[in-house]
Each structure stands twice: as structure tokens, then as C-alpha cells.
Nanobody, 125 residues
């Protein structure tokens, strides 16, 4: 099981940017597809973006396309989410997630089994 720790959340004005990071423990980070999810108050957790083991396949939720960029560095066991043009509706707790996949698999949008503790992102209007 991989252990995940998020960082980089905070308060930002609408139109601003934040960069979230996820640090993973263990020596098998490159065996996991990685993803970002978020949960706003009184809403269900929703998929944001995911990236395959080697970064060759990326999936975005429609509401973040063109604004958010997911990336990973397997040498450093880290994953990032660059968030630009933030909107008040992006306010949520953002979670890093991982799932073991085979080489060549699309990262998908579900069935992630390992989760971080979350980091709060607040966008003011």
C-alpha cells in the first residue's frame, strides 16, 4: 500500500493559481496510476484528473480542462496539480489517490484504493 500526503492548498482569489503536490512513500510509485479528487461541502467526492504510471495517459474532468494540469515525477515519488484560472466553485478539499495498474492501462476515473488526508483549497470571489 502506498502512503500519500498532499500539500499546497490555501486561500486564493478567483482567477488566481495554486499548485498542489502529493508525496508518496514506497519504492513502487511508478506501479501506480495517480489521481486527484475533490469534495466540496455537502457534495459527493468527484474526480478531477488522473495520470498513468509513466505519465503517457491523462484524463481530466470536463470542468477543469484547459485550467488544470496534472503531472508526476517518478524519480521523486511526487505528483502535482497545477490549477489556474480558479473559480469559487473549485473550493473543496482536494485528495490525492493511487491505484495499482498494469503498464499501458488508462488511469481511469474510479477504483482508486489509496488516499491521502486531503488539502483545503478555498477560492474567494
Amino acid at each position: 500500500q502506498v502512503q500519500l500526503v498532499e500539500s499546497g492548498g490555501g486561500l486564493v482569489q478567483a482567477g488566481g493559481s495554486l499548485r498542489l503536490s502529493c508525496a508518496a512513500s514506497g519504492r513502487t510509485f511508478s506501479s501506480y496510476a495517480m489521481g486527484w479528487f475533490r469534495q466540496a461541502p455537502v457534495k459527493d467526492r468527484e474526480f478531477v484528473a488522473s495520470i498513468s504510471r509513466r505519465g503517457g495517459s491523462i484524463v481530466y474532468a470536463d470542468f477543469v480542462k484547459g485550467r488544470f494540469t496534472i503531472s508526476r515525477d517518478n524519480a521523486k515519488n511526487t505528483m502535482s496539480l497545477q490549477m489556474n484560472s480558479l473559480k469559487p466553485e473549485d473550493t473543496a478539499v482536494y485528495y490525492c489517490a493511487a491505484k495499482f495498474t498494469s503498464i499501458g492501462d488508462s488511469p481511469g476515473t474510479r477504483d482508486f484504493g489509496s488516499w491521502g488526508q486531503g488539502t483545503q483549497v478555498t477560492v474567494s470571489s
